[in-house]
């Protein structure tokens, strides 16, 4: 089979990240405090954490999605202002959110294997791995896993079609991506039954009307069918349920489906680009594990906040330490005045961050955060207050801006 090469192709030596616990979330107090999580968020750069992670789950992880950057050469902002028209971009409120930019080709291409022969090794024997990619750059990356995964282990060129507007005027509109999915070994996991989908009316009419369709094959037309490998799915841009102002979401249902075919109730499912975090969501709405990483703080704050609107397991939050002026919370530039009662605290500053969460026995090292304040997703303002439990020791608040920026007040 022919193998793809570029300027300086290798494996290098990698170093593990020097992992640190920050924090343990509890969505609305569930678990708190003794309750061990088994869900991992991870901020930093993915080839050193996921070197870092080879020791305790190499072999282990059963099914990898993975949606890196496509090598458009673009940058890519965050929308975090409320309320605003869609249709008027000049009007949005924007924030850093990740850049897709490189020197060249040779550059991407090693990013990209460098990261996918990790993926092979954290990959179960039964395990599967699903690449995100679109015309940029599809056709090296199924080069790259024909190598490491062997091309017979190609499961699926999966079409993921779209509509949308396009600037494009001499050629046909771009409203495709390609997922790749490729196998560790010829045994898998593919839950056909989990994923099946009516079958179109105008087939169940077909058949209703003439014994003689299908050449004399008549399918379970109650049962429905197995999704062909093109899927249409609207993008995010059109479910406003779903939008989170974070670039280049992926819609829940694509995750579903992947999840729900490729993965069972127990699993352990991970997505190193985890971006706004649908996967990390879907994996909780569905009953399986998840790792998840981002190289940007407003990425794993994005998911943090998504999986606690879920009421999701308790998580862990890791960093790796050299992310640590990204997400060391700094002391508030102005004094946060609180109010507490027997069971409740209440935020009383006129301005009012957009996340607010405490830890009621504040240890000093790991956060632990009982309950957390979210701006609701469309409309409305932040809650000022929090339930408190009976606590004996310090109490710590930590609070995000709309910016990014954190901050902590800690009251003894």
């Given at each position: 089979m022919?193998?793809?090469?570029?300027?300086?192709?290798?494996?290098?030596?990698?170093?593990?990240?020097?992992l640190?616990?920050?924090?343990?979330?509890?969505?609305?107090?569930t678990?708190?405090?003794?309750?061990s999580?088994?869900?991992?968020?991870?901020?930093?750069?993915?080839?050193?954490?996921?070197?870092?992670?080879?020791?305790?789950?190499?072999?282990?992880?059963?099914?990898?999605?993975?949606?890196?950057?496509?090598f458009?050469?673009?940058?890519?902002?965050?929308?975090?202002?409320?309320?605003?028209?869609?249709?008027?971009?000049?009007?949005?409120?924007?924030?850093?959110?990740?850049?897709?930019?490189w020197?060249n080709?040779?550059?991407?291409?090693?990013?990209l294997?460098?990261?996918?022969?990790?993926?092979?090794?954290?990959?179960?024997?039964?395990?599967?791995?699903?690449?995100?990619?679109d015309?940029?750059?599809?056709?090296?990356?199924?080069?790259?896993?024909?190598?490491?995964?062997?091309?017979?282990?190609l499961?699926?060129?999966?079409?993921?079609?779209?509509?949308?507007?396009?600037p494009?005027?001499?050629?046909?509109?771009?409203?495709?991506?390609?997922?790749?999915?490729?196998?560790?070994?010829?045994?898998?996991?593919?839950?056909?039954?989990?994923?099946?989908?009516?079958?179109d009316?105008?087939?169940?009419?077909?058949?209703?009307?003439?014994?003689?369709?299908?050449?004399?094959?008549?399918?379970?037309?109650e049962?429905?069918?197995?999704?062909?490998?093109?899927?249409?799915?609207?993008?995010?841009?059109?479910?406003?349920?779903?939008?989170?102002?974070?670039?280049?979401?992926?819609?829940?249902?694509?995750?579903?489906?992947i999840?729900?075919?490729?993965?069972r109730?127990?699993?352990?499912?991970?997505?190193?680009?985890?971006?706004?975090?649908?996967?990390?969501?879907v994996?909780?709405?569905?009953?399986?594990?998840?790792?998840?990483?981002?190289?940007?703080?407003?990425?794993?704050h994005?998911?943090?906040?998504?999986?606690?609107?879920?009421?999701a397991?308790?998580f862990?939050i890791?960093?790796?330490?050299?992310?640590?002026?990204?997400?060391?919370?700094?002391?508030?530039?102005?004094?946060?005045?609180l109010?507490?009662?027997?069971?409740?605290?209440?935020?009383?500053n006129?301005?009012?961050?957009?996340?607010?969460?405490?830890?009621?026995?504040?240890?000093?090292?790991?956060?632990?955060?009982?309950?957390?304040?979210?701006?609701?997703?469309?409309?409305?303002?932040?809650?000022?207050?929090?339930?408190?439990p009976?606590?004996?020791?310090?109490?710590?608040?930590r609070?995000?801006?709309?910016?990014?920026?954190?901050?902590?007040?800690?009251?003894?």
């Amino acid at each position: 089979m022919p193998s793809l090469d570029w300027n300086g192709k290798a494996l290098p030596v990698l170093q593990p990240a020097n992992l640190r616990l920050d924090s343990v979330i509890y969505p609305n107090g569930t678990g708190y405090p003794s309750f061990s999580p088994e869900n991992h968020l991870y901020l930093g750069d993915n080839l050193a954490i996921m070197t870092a992670l080879l020791p305790e789950y190499e072999g282990r992880i059963d099914l990898i999605y993975a949606d890196p950057p496509f090598f458009t050469n673009r940058k890519y902002p965050a929308r975090i202002g409320r309320g605003e028209d869609s249709r008027k971009p000049s009007e949005w409120q924007l924030a850093e959110g990740y850049a897709d930019h490189w020197n060249n080709l040779d550059e991407y291409l090693q990013f990209l294997y460098e990261r996918l022969a990790l993926m092979y090794r954290l990959l179960a024997p039964h395990g599967t791995l699903y690449l995100h990619l679109d015309w940029h750059a599809d056709a090296y990356a199924r080069l790259i896993l024909d190598e490491l995964f062997g091309p017979e282990r190609l499961l699926n060129e999966i079409i993921w079609v779209y509509h949308g507007p396009s600037p494009i005027r001499s050629a046909f509109n771009r409203k495709h991506d390609t997922i790749l999915a490729y196998t560790k070994s010829e045994t898998y996991t593919f839950n056909a039954n989990a994923v099946r989908i009516p079958y179109d009316p105008t087939t169940v009419k077909t058949f209703a009307s003439s014994p003689k369709a299908g050449f004399g094959k008549i399918p379970d037309l109650e049962r429905g069918k197995v999704p062909e490998d093109w899927w249409y799915f609207p993008v995010v841009a059109r479910l406003h349920n779903e939008r989170t102002g974070y670039p280049t979401q992926k819609p829940q249902a694509l995750l579903e489906r992947i999840l729900l075919a490729s993965s069972r109730p127990g699993d352990l499912v991970a997505d190193f680009f985890c971006g706004s975090g649908t996967t990390p969501l879907v994996a909780a709405r569905h009953g399986r594990r998840f790792l998840a990483a981002d190289a940007t703080f407003r990425a794993i704050h994005t998911t943090r906040m998504r999986l606690i609107r879920q009421n999701a397991a308790p998580f862990s939050i890791w960093r790796e330490q050299n992310q640590e002026e990204k997400m060391t919370p700094s002391a508030p530039a102005s004094p946060v005045r609180l109010s507490l009662s027997s069971d409740q605290i209440h935020f009383l500053n006129d301005a009012l961050p957009d996340y607010w969460e405490i830890d009621p026995d504040w240890d000093g090292t790991i956060f632990r955060s009982y309950a957390q304040a979210l701006l609701p997703l469309r409309h409305g303002i932040l809650p000022r207050s929090l339930p408190l439990p009976p606590r004996s020791g310090a109490l710590c608040l930590r609070m995000v801006t709309a910016q990014g920026e954190q901050f902590q007040a800690i009251l003894d």
